[in-house]
């Protein structure tokens, strides 16, 4: 492949490497150049254009990236449509994801241009989490180094997802005068939360004194109808002799392994008694947060029996304590419809605010034209305005999308919660920021609420709105502001809808996804507030706002 400045006339068949503008022209990143664009670019006085141009044997970067999703050979991992070079993957069921490091990396040593990228070995997944991700980084490739790649991610085992088996669990708690029944009660039903997403069932709970005798009688009782047996002590297993392992001994178990180098979740027994795994529980299990518990419960409900090498290999990244953006799913009791339908917001502001227009004849010509996001409302520049806003909702977590005059827009943010991403593609249109922005939404949102910086009258309270018809409706739903009849924004689209979204070209939002994707639509009336933009100076004056440079 040729890269580089092609003259206009030599330019038939090449592939524009940059989107550009010339008078009423547009063309996007990506597009084959046809004998019309070069007229059309001779008419605008466009003489050269930036572009790659093919040889034999090169591959276009969704063809190639097309060629790459055939060949994948991974269990229970699907792959979504390529878009711009990338074809996404995806789990297909509830499991455990696992991936081959050394089968990766040689994958990712074929060619530069050839990459593949996925989540950590051994995550828990849900159906339709995106697990990993293929990408072409030029606009083509070489076939050679191509036909390596689709025989390497045909070789079974490269990843996989390895889905859950339902089990019958039975449940043997230790009681001490200290520890509270609600507490017991609690652990129960957190216990069976955990247990939901490989459809297994707490079949049996028996409660006894805290003593080996006792533990060694109730897992004599629970082996028979059970498939597995956790056991959570009223006191903290400190020795391969305590209560709980002495317990499982006696009941004719073999204690496999004690503690494992997992922070929370040191305090783990594996054990089992004939054909059945036994869990002695560390106390951090009464919890809903991550722990070692979980890592050790999935692998056996993926049908993995983790020895003791596999467990005391679990120290990087094994320190799970005190990490605010770690997710926190599992629930001890019902949870609440915020906690079981996490949405997350994505503002854009990468625009180029170009019908702000540049200074009149009055003004010093050198001078930066006005950024309708950085005029100031109330003395706030509106977008900081904007994204303040969103932080107040209820939305679990804030994103912003930047681009044009991103370090502007990065300073006037300073020091709010929220994750800056930026779009150098932004020339391209707004769809590259949204394919930005929800990419940058985590696994566990359900939805994600698209807000355009530039509405000056949104509340938080019309965002809290809109999310709370969101959830009340189920999730799985499209959730759109509107002024009476007329819809406006911001808007909600349901995950179902993102990979859709990944897809998106051009200067365009979600509508067309909206049109096509057969989900329930409600809208939600909330006043002018939802058509209200400002997209001129004279808007910005009218909204009472003050421009800004």
């Avoid at 391209?428 to 359900?446: F, K, P, W």
């Avoid at 809208?523 to 800004?548: E, F, H, N, P």
């Amino acid at each position: 492949m040729k890269f580089g400045t092609v003259r206009t006339d030599d330019a038939l068949g090449a592939i524009l490497a940059h989107s550009l503008s010339a008078g009423g022209l547009r063309l996007k990143k990506g597009r084959v150049l046809g004998a019309a664009d070069l007229d059309a670019l001779r008419a605008a006085g466009v003489t050269e254009v930036i572009a790659a141009q093919l040889e034999p044997g090169d591959i276009g970067e969704d063809e190639a990236a097309g060629r790459l999703a055939g060949a994948l050979n991974a269990d229970h991992v699907r792959a979504g449509a390529a878009a711009t070079g990338r074809v996404n993957l995806f789990a297909e069921c509830n499991g455990l994801f696992l991936a081959d490091a050394s089968r990766v990396d040689r994958f990712n040593r074929i060619d530069p241009a050839i990459t593949l990228a996925t989540i950590a070995d051994h995550q828990q997944v849900a159906a339709g989490d995106m697990v990993a991700t293929v990408k072409i980084i030029p606009l083509a490739v070489d076939g050679t180094s191509l036909e390596q790649a689709s025989s390497a991610i045909a070789l079974a085992g490269t990843m996989s997802v390895r889905p859950f088996s339902s089990a019958r669990v039975g449940l043997l708690a230790t009681e001490l005068p200290s520890l509270k029944t609600s507490v017991m009660d609690k652990t129960a039903r957190l216990l069976q939360e955990r247990l939901n997403a490989s459809d297994s069932a707490l079949v049996d709970e028996i409660r006894v004194p805290h003593n080996p005798e006792a533990v060694g009688e109730a897992i004599s009782t629970l082996k028979d109808a059970s498939d597995m047996i956790i056991a959570f002590g009223a006191s903290a297993i400190v020795d391969g002799d305590d209560v709980i392992p002495a317990g499982i001994r006696l009941a004719g178990g073999v204690v496999d392994h004690v503690g494992m180098p997992v922070d929370p979740g040191n305090l783990l027994v594996l054990a089992h008694i004939g054909d059945v795994p036994v869990i002695g529980a560390p106390g951090c299990a009464r919890s809903p947060k991550e722990n070692g518990f979980d890592w050790i419960l999935a692998r056996l409900l993926a049908g993995e029996r983790p020895g003791s090498d596999e467990i005391m290999a679990l120290g990087v990244g094994g320190l799970l304590k005190e990490i605010p953006s770690r997710p926190q799913p599992r629930l001890a009791s019902k949870p609440t419809l915020e906690e079981a339908l996490p949405l997350e917001i994505v503002v854009l502001a990468a625009g180029q605010a170009s019908r702000m227009g540049a200074p009149g004849a009055e003004a010093d010509q050198a001078q930066t034209p006005p950024h309708k996001l950085l005029a100031e409302f109330d003395g706030v520049p509106l977008i900081r305005r904007s994204c303040e806003t969103a932080i107040k909702s209820k939305a679990s977590a804030v994103h912003v999308v930047t681009g044009f005059r991103g370090a502007d827009m990065a300073e006037a943010l300073a020091g709010l919660d929220l994750s800056i991403i930026d779009n150098p593609d932004y020339g391209e249109g707004m769809a590259s920021s949204l394919r930005r922005g929800v990419s940058a939404v985590g696994q566990e949102a359900t939805g994600v609420l698209v807000m355009l910086a530039d509405m000056p009258a949104i509340t938080s309270q019309h965002l809290d709105a809109l999310i709370d018809a969101f959830r009340q409706a189920g999730g799985n739903v499209v959730v759109r502001a509107a002024s009476g009849q007329v819809r406006g924004n911001p808007v909600i689209l349901p995950r179902e809808t993102f990979e859709a979204i990944t897809r998106l070209e051009g200067d365009v939002g979600a509508r067309q996804i909206i049109a096509s994707a057969g989900l329930e639509v409600i809208d939600v009336d909330i006043g002018d507030a939802a058509l209200v933009d400002v997209d001129t100076r004279q808007a910005v004056l009218d909204a009472g706002g003050v421009l800004k440079n």
